[in-house]
């Protein structure tokens, strides 16, 4: 891949307001991008980044400063990468013998200072992947074979540890872990510094407090999002039944199914619920 401009054109771009014009990708004098890489228009390449070989980057993504991709990756358009984050490299999974897995990532994510994403591995189905629309904060770790959706925030130092999956719209706070295999369902709200071992429910606020404990439905952010309230209102019955009646989860889905007429919210956190391997965090 040559340069497609000297550092005073490569300036004025990003001094400017909006995305790169050109229809070739900019490519800093200090960076280091494999022949064999695929850039789209309008890529940028910031100061000394690297981008390995078997790595394809959509239309107008941004790669800032320091940044080093690795292959195979596959990245959309849109995307934002700032300095020394680290992405495609091979997992940390000492079961790991040099297989040939894949990252996938959608369009319009952004990956700040430190994040790490790494591929997938052969016993995990070899692939990794990210949505579109996702913001991973400083210092975030996405760990192998994990599968996220799409509107998903991980705060400062969140960490995935492998094949967790999460749904969309789902929020993990700062320095918060995730054990293997969870799952984070869709508009679920997990507080800082929880750990996180079971699955959680779909839109409940899940917290570590001498223990980690679901609260019932997260109300607040369920507004923002845009639920109507009667959806709120349902998912409070839910949860109600679930978190503080004296009843099994068996016994609370059997009164919530029996009950008929569930809204679409209602009927995605039980379907949720029965389809876990680990079990919840009630």
């Known amino acids: 891949m040559k340069d497609s401009g000297g550092p005073s ?16 990708p900019l490519i800093h004098p200090t960076a280091i991008v494999d022949p064999r890489a695929e850039l789209g228009p309008g890529v940028q390449v910031g100061p000394y980044s690297i981008i390995g070989e078997e790595v394809s980057i959509g239309d107008h993504t941004e790669v800032g400063a320091y940044v080093n991709i690795e292959g195979p990756t596959e990245i959309g358009s849109h ?7 680290s992405i495609g490299h091979p997992p940390q ?14 369009s319009h994510n952004v990956f700040r ?20 629309h996702n913001f991973f904060m400083a210092y975030a770790h996405v760990a192998h074979d994990c599968h996220l959706g799409n509107h998903i925030i991980l705060a400062n130092a969140a960490t995935l ?6 749904e969309d719209y789902a ?15 869709t508009h679920g709200f997990v507080g800082g510094y929880s750990v996180i071992t079971r699955d ?4 409940s606020r899940t917290v570590s407090e001498r223990g980690t404990h679901a609260y019932g439905a997260n109300a ?3 507004q923002r999002r845009g639920l109507n309230p009667q959806a709120i209102k349902s998912l409070h019955h839910a949860f109600h039944i679930l978190l503080s009646e004296k009843r099994n989860t068996s016994q609370a889905l059997e009164k919530l199914r029996a009950e008929g007429d569930l809204s679409a919210e209602v009927k995605t956190l039980l379907d949720f619920i029965e389809s876990s391997d680990r079990g919840i965090i009630k």
Do not use: M
């Open 79 to 85: 995307c934002r990468f700032f300095p020394f984050a």
């Open 113 to 132: 200072e430190f994040v790490t994403v790494h591929r997938g591995t052969e016993q995990g189905g070899g692939l990794s992947t990210i949505g579109d």
């Open 93 to 106: 999974d000492l079961k790991f013998a040099g297989g040939k897995t894949r990252l996938k990532i959608g």
């Open 161 to 166: 540890a492998g094949h967790v999956t999460i």
């Open 220 to 222: 607040l952010g369920l």
């Open 200 to 203: 959680v429910l779909p839109y």
């Open 171 to 185: 929020t993990i706070g700062a320095f918060s872990g995730v054990h293997q295999f969870c799952r984070i369902g």
């Open 9 to 24: 054109a490569y300036k004025s771009v990003l001094e400017g307001a909006g995305l790169n014009p050109l229809k070739k």
